[in-house]
């Protein structure tokens, strides 16, 4: 087997909508939205509005276990894989009490959140999500499941989605 296939992940595929099942885990995109400023709270617990760099993408997610608890990782979050193949984490200006990030998966139990990417206009069109949960203390384990989830974002549904981009979504006030 050469290298890259001996380091990499087991990869399950999916669209959006749908319920990708792994070994040890299920993951579903509910939606993709998108808006130029986002609110968040401050260390103090204040609102405040954020303005993205370039377009914050919002993908709301659904998890659950098969067998023992999981949190996410902070340090390899899911992503954002864009079709030129660049890789955006979720956005570290967005408090992640307010997100996925914050949120531990039971087995049987659907978890949801939003995870919110800044990712320029030119990364919409053909972005997947990638679902890896960290494995752990060990550095590479290759029998790791990830979920990669087409978002649906054909050209012009990117197009779309990109002209009809809301100047302000509230994220403090939604309860997931």
């Known amino acids: 087997m050469p290298y890259e296939e001996r380091v990499s992940f087991l990869t399950t595929t999916g669209r959006i909508g749908q319920v990708v099942e792994t070994n040890r885990y299920s993951v579903k995109v509910t939606s993709v939205s998108s808006a130029l ?3 968040t709270k401050n260390f103090s617990g204040q609102t405040l509005k954020v303005k993205a760099a370039y377009l914050f993408l919002l993908v ?3 998890a659950t276990t098969v067998r023992r608890p999981m949190d996410l990782s ?3 979050p899911p992503v954002l ?3 030129d193949g660049r890789r955006y984490n979720p956005t570290d200006r967005v408090d992640q009490s307010l ?3 914050s949120k531990r998966f039971q087995p ?3 978890s949801s959140g939003v ?3 800044e990712v320029p206009k030119n990364a919409v069109a053909g972005a997947r999500f990638v679902f ?3 494995a752990g203390a060990i550095p590479v384990d290759t029998s790791t499941p990830e979920a990669e989830i087409d978002l649906g974002l054909t050209p012009s549904a990117a197009a779309k989605l990109i002209s009809h981009t809301p100047a302000y979504v509230s994220l403090v006030n939604k309860t997931p």
């Open 132 to 134: 890896a949960p960290s």
């Open 99 to 101: 997100t996925l990030l």
């Open 60 to 62: 709301n997610v659904s």
């Open 74 to 76: 902070v340090s390899s």
């Open 81 to 83: 894989l864009a079709a």
């Open 115 to 117: 995870l919110a990417y």
């Open 108 to 110: 049987g139990l659907w």
């Open 37 to 39: 400023a986002v609110d």
